[in-house]
Nanobody, 124 residues
Framework: VQLQASGGGLVQAGGSLRLSCAAS??????????MGWFRQAPGKEREFVAA????????YYADSVKGRFTISRDNANNAVYLQMNSLKPEDTAVYYC????????????????WGQGTLVTVSS
């Protein structure tokens, strides 16, 4: 399985961006599979942002993005999206999408497939 993230860019504070993650090469999807977004700012650890379970669609969010970010999935097209609104300078980071066979979905070690990152820069 390969994951391809896209949609990053430069945006002013208060603006919006939509990240996409396309999956290819899947031959089996387990019932507990989840897709997540993580981010890593310069000099910081990679942190959880949001996740969604593939079949049921249960969503999870980091407290720092609740109410501003929305994760969604398109099962037919094997894609996951992250709509980011009301962006803040502290949201600046490289954003990664990842796939987990099972939860807990907010834990980095649950994910075994990672895409390349896409850079989001929020200017003040």
């Amino acid at each position: 399985v390969q994951l391809q993230a896209s949609g990053g860019g430069l945006v002013q504070a208060g603006g919006s961006l939509r990240l996409s993650c396309a999956a290819s090469g899947r031959t089996f999807i387990g019932y507990e599979m989840g897709m997540g977004w993580f981010r890593q700012a310069p000099g910081k650890e990679r942190e959880f942002v949001a996740a969604v379970t593939w079949y049921v669609g249960t969503t999870y969010y980091a407290d720092s993005v609740k109410g501003r970010f929305t994760i969604s999935r398109d099962n037919a097209n094997n894609a996951v999206y992250l709509q980011m609104n009301s962006l803040k300078p502290e949201d600046t980071a490289v954003y990664y999408c990842a796939q987990s066979d099972s939860g807990p979905y907010s834990v980095r070690s649950s994910y075994n497939i990672w895409g390349q990152g896409t850079l989001v820069t929020v200017s003040s």
